[in-house]
């Protein structure tokens, strides 16, 4: 939490929301759904999904920590257009910010910021994919993905720092739902607000945040095992592709 007053600390926390909305926007913008830009980030994303899930798959399928593990996979990273929530958001977020609690804000801040780095990092992905696509593969396109192909275009696009800082956001999200979750009244609230955020617009936004008080809630008291078992793992792979590792998601390798 800031240790400015909770006015300043919470138009701070707009701010950052304003400027990583605009950022998620503009690189969606570049790879519109229905475009080959757009199919290809589908594409990727789809692949790391799947990735991520196989890496995961014990908190998958654990009774205890599976609905958070799929509320990241579905709701923070996933081949998902997340247009509709970031526009929500924009569209009421003085009213956010008048109303939720700053931990809330930042949370959906670091949410926010969390997809916009993630949206970055997949256009360079996607760039040096097709500038290494085979030369059967349709001009301008990414083609087939395989493991090979990810590790060595990973390796070529690095940025380190931000592949570090895409970890850390998925801790501290979560690390912030955990605490939100153990508030009542919240979670009474957002049951109440379901039937008024659809007719008012707002189904994508009133979505996310119910989903991810619900897992946390399923969760319980300490998600630590959770949290700190996907960033290990997160950064243990990530010390691997930066190494060149051919199997580097061994026993996992999946095709396009």
């Known amino acids: 939490m800031s240790e400015l007053p909770e006015e300043e600390a919470k138009e701070a926390l707009a701010a950052a929301l304003r400027r990583h909305l605009s950022a998620a926007a503009e690189l969606r913008r570049r790879a519109p759904p229905g475009s080959a830009e757009g199919d290809d980030r589908l594409a990727l994303r789809a692949w790391q999904a799947a990735r991520l899930a196989e890496s995961h798959a014990h908190f998958l399928q654990s009774e205890r920590f599976g609905e958070a593990s799929r509320f990241f996979l579905d709701d923070l990273y996933g081949p998902k257009d997340f247009s509709e929530r970031d526009e929500e958001v924009e569209r009421i977020l003085p009213l956010l910010v008048a109303m939720l609690p700053e931990s809330a804000l930042q949370a959906m801040a ?20 097709r500038r290494t696509a085979a030369p ?18 990973y390796v070529t696009v690095g940025r380190r720092p931000e592949r570090l800082r895409q970890i850390a956001l998925i801790g501290e999200v979560g690390a912030i739902l955990e605490h939100l979750a153990r508030k009542s009244l919240l979670s009474t609230l957002l049951k109440l607000m379901a039937g008024p955020a659809q007719l008012a617009g707002l189904g994508e936004l009133h979505a996310f945040l119910a989903h991810g008080f619900a897992a946390f809630r399923r969760m319980g008291d300490d998600a630590s095992e959770f949290l700190d078992g996907v960033a290990r793992g997160e950064k243990r792979l990530l010390e691997r592709l930066f190494a060149g590792d051919p199997d580097a998601f061994a026993p996992f390798a999946t095709q396009a």
């Not at 926010?112 to 040096?128: G, K, N, P, Q, R």
């Not at 301008?140 to 395989?146: L, T, W």
């Open 110 to 129: 670091l949410a926010v910021e969390l997809d916009a780095l993630s949206e970055d990092l997949d256009a360079a992905m996607i760039a040096e994919l």
């Open 136 to 153: 059967a593969t349709a001009p301008g396109r990414v083609g087939e993905i395989d493991v090979g192909r990810y590790v060595a275009a």
